[in-house]
């Protein structure tokens, strides 16, 4: 008999079949092949309001991950975790006549378990230890399985648009240290520093007070700085809405240059980030639980297009490597890398596909003495891009020395990624 979680899973599997098969019956409207929307362009009317600034959006991902293979466990699991992202940005601009002007709202709603947290493998059950997993097969998951306010912020340029300043609730995630999320393996997706240093910086769909400061150099450099509060009441899960400052205990203040070059004669794209974080809240130092220090680290992020697909900008091959590196004294994690490859276009008759493989490292610090090391996380998956409000990502995910432990579990996982606009 099924649970909700498999149920939810032969539901959600089920949706997307029909809705691929019906297409062609309604082309150019509800489930069309070619619209950004599975529902349309109700009548145009979502266009005109596009047009005068109004840009609604309905977006999910849903992630299931199975246990496929464990040198020690002998149970296998499945589970589906997903999200709903509510949004509306506005065009000051066209509305209200503010010039370069523009806001932002989005409400995030996540379900689901990890497999991460429930597999005898990955939680450190099947090898008698008490950490498990450092990373996660579904990144979806975290933070509170809740509804949260996650964008709620208003953003002004000035001086012929090279300066941009940003104000309101929002992530550290989304201007710094920032990366793309197409992997399932939540140590190849998203803000790598938020990751690793969570117990202050918060990524999506956490948010709270801040302030962004932009300004562009040239057309392809820019440098920002932030302050972002930190508060820890904005974890707790009846607190999705929370705009109080009660329970704040310092801010983040994160800085970063980004270079966004087009290089060789094809104009391939490129983005190199190199950014520094410090924390003015107390921490606990490591092996001293009466000493306090601050937070602080850096990283490097270096994204770069390789190739043209037979002379096409759109399809070819694209690298990335993330590197951070993090306080030895008040942080687990001493330090994390990531590398791969990623190639869309490959066949003809499929040029929106995309064909990837990623490596991370987790180094934990040397001064928490508890027998652990360094945990590997692989994955590779094949992105189908079945329209363009769908993709589904199968993946495969291994696991290697669980936990950090040299002597730990490793473990092969199967998933699927869905990505829905609506």
């Known amino acids: 008999m099924m649970n909700k979680y498999s149920r939810k899973i032969f539901f959600g599997i089920s949706f997307l079949a029909v809705s691929c098969a019906i297409q062609s019956t309604f082309a150019n409207r509800t489930f069309s092949s070619e619209s950004p929307w599975m529902f349309g362009d109700w009548n145009g009317q979502r266009t005109e309001l596009q047009t005068k600034g109004y840009d609604f959006s309905l977006g999910y991902t849903g992630e299931m991950a199975t246990l496929l293979d464990a040198r020690h466990a002998s149970s296998h699991g499945t589970e589906y975790a997903d999200q709903f992202a509510i949004g509306a940005h506005f065009d000051l601009n066209k509305i209200l006549g503010w010039q370069d002007t523009e806001a932002q709202i989005t409400v995030t ?156 004669e094809q104009k391939l794209p490129g983005e190199y ?15 001293h639980q009466d000493q306090k220090d601050q937070h602080q680290g850096g990283w490097l992020v270096a994204k770069q297009q390789l190739t043209a697909h037979k002379g096409d900008v759109s399809r070819g091959l694209t690298g990335f490597v993330n590197v951070t590196v993090h306080d030895s004294a008040t942080n687990n994690v001493s330090d994390m890398q990531n590398i791969g490859l990623v190639y869309k276009g490959a066949m003809d008759s499929r040029p929106k596909d995309e064909m990837a493989f990623g490596l991370a490292r987790i180094n934990l610090n040397d001064d928490l003495n508890d027998g652990r090391n360094e945990e590997y996380d692989a994955e590779v998956y094949y992105g189908l891009h079945a329209t363009n409000w769908l993709t589904i990502r199968p993946n495969v995910q291994y696991i290697r020395h669980v936990g950090a432990y040299k002597n730990g579990e490793n473990a092969w996982v199967g998933g699927v990624k869905f990505q829905t606009a609506f």
């Open 273 to 287: 980030r190199a950014g520094y974080y410090y924390s003015t809240a107390d921490a606990v130092v490591i092996g």
């Open 109 to 264: 709603e996540r379900n689901g378990r990890s497999l991460s947290q429930t597999s005898d493998a990955l939680n450190g059950q099947s090898t008698g230890v008490e950490n498990g997993h450092l990373s996660s097969t579904q990144e979806v998951w975290g933070r509170g399985q809740t509804w949260r306010l996650t964008d709620f912020w208003i953003k002004k340029k000035f001086l012929d648009q090279k300066l941009d300043v940003k104000v309101g609730r929002f992530g550290e995630g989304e201007d710094f240290n920032s990366f793309d999320c197409d992997f399932q393996n939540l140590a190849l997706c998203g803000s790598q520093v938020g990751n690793w240093v969570g117990d202050q910086w918060y990524n999506w769909p956490v948010s709270q007070w801040a302030a962004r400061v932009k300004y562009n150099v040239t057309p392809d450099l820019y440098a920002q700085l932030g302050a972002y509060e930190y508060n820890p009441e904005n974890l707790e899960r009846g607190k999705g809405f929370n705009l109080s400052t009660d329970g704040s205990h310092g801010a983040i203040i994160p800085t970063e240059l980004v270079w966004t070059p087009k290089t060789g």
